[in-house]
């Protein structure tokens, strides 16, 4: 069983970087992901690379469309094998539950569905801008619980909100989280930030990280000693 908690986004722009990066690490010291760049460059023979070479793959494209268009989405992410995939809470409770019962053909294999809330790279000021009056903590709760009710497994939220989200969905609905920055590094444009060892310690269950990792002089390096400071 991988009990990797760290999920290291791959934001590369040329696939031979991304995977001189994956050629020097292990399934066991952290899980990947692709998102919007990499896949629209390199498209699912990339997800399946990953998969092949033994690693659980968060196929991170926040499909946000009409239920029947996600409800299709969703599956085309199963078959390629994926860990994980998935949606915008936003996009509503119909399309959440069509998405979850379109994987219920892949039994087992089918890979956990989780929803996106607010997004880390927002703020209050943000939300305003958008004609939301909650708060980032009120939105992502709202948006958690519309989650959990449609049957999904769980959010990408800020780790700012896992304390809250775990007392009251409970243990078992998964947290994770991007805007994790090791201390001393560039918080980038994100806004909603907290270091590895602190999101562990309020109840999240992955931690996504990219750039402080990625863009290291050493990324095995950084890696592994975010790895120990976990322990
Ligand atoms: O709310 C969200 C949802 C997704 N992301 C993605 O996570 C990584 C974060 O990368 P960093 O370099 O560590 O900032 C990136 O791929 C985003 O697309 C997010 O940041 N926030």
Redesign the pocket.
Known sequence: MNDAKVVV?L?FDKKADALAFVDKIQPKDCRL?V?KEMFTHFGPEFVKELTRRGFDVFL?LKFHDIPNTVAKAVSAAAEMGVWMVNVHASGGREMMVKAKQALEKYGDKAPLLIA?TV???MSEDDLLGLGITRTPAEQVMLLARLTKEAGLDGV?CSAQEAQSLKKSLGKDFKLIT???RPVGAAS?D?KRIMTPEQAIAVGVDYL?????ITQAENPQQVLQSINLSLN
């Not at 996504?208 to 402080?212: A, D, F, N, Y």
């Open positions: 986004a934001d992901k998102g991170d996106v997004l880390t790279s990408v991007p805007g994790i980038d994100q996504v990280i990219g750039r402080p």
